[in-house]
């Protein structure tokens, strides 16, 4: 089962994230719709740092998301996601709201979805080493995202 088959359909520039990033615009759209324009200040297999603009929700997705590494996230602005620590247990699910100018973590180990970003939105991401290939989370287990540094991550 691919990603087209598990969720909208999602476009990345390039086709995703790469491996090593320095100094590079990217974007990430939704059925067409903007979802996230991010510029990688770097990224590499053992941090990152990002300035992302989040545009909307990604909720209208099927399923959730995990990230190939753990992350701290400063929020200008506002929003909420639906946090889930189990993949084999999509039941469990903790909504989480983030105010503005805060900071939050999530795991490599969690998977979410965004539910509600406020006007503007703007995060600044905080990425340690890479663990794994991103995934959605489905109730026939993880399924890749298609990501190009996954890619070159398997």
């Given at each position: 089962m691919t990603a087209s088959q598990i969720t909208q359909k999602v476009t990345r520039s390039g086709g995703g994230m790469r491996r090593w990033m320095f100094l590079t615009p990217y974007w990430s759209d939704i059925d067409g719709q903007r979802f996230l324009t991010r510029f990688v200040l770097f990224f590499t297999p053992l941090a990152g740092c990002h300035?992302?603009?989040?545009?909307m929700a990604d909720d209208q997705r099927k399923w959730p998301h995990?990230?190939?590494a753990?992350?701290?996230s400063w929020k200008l602005g506002a929003y909420a996601e639906d946090v889930y620590a189990d993949p084999g247990d999509l039941t469990q699910v903790r909504h989480v709201r983030h105010r503005r100018f805060g900071i939050h973590r999530l795991r490599w180990t969690q998977a979410h979805s965004i539910t509600h970003v406020s006007p503007h939105l703007v995060t600044v991401l905080f990425l340690g080493p890479r663990r794994n290939n991103s995934n959605y989370w489905t109730p026939d287990g993880r399924q890749g995202l298609g990501m190009k540094m996954d890619e070159e991550w398997s």
């Open positions: 300035v992302t603009r989040i545009h995990d990230h190939s753990t992350f701290w």
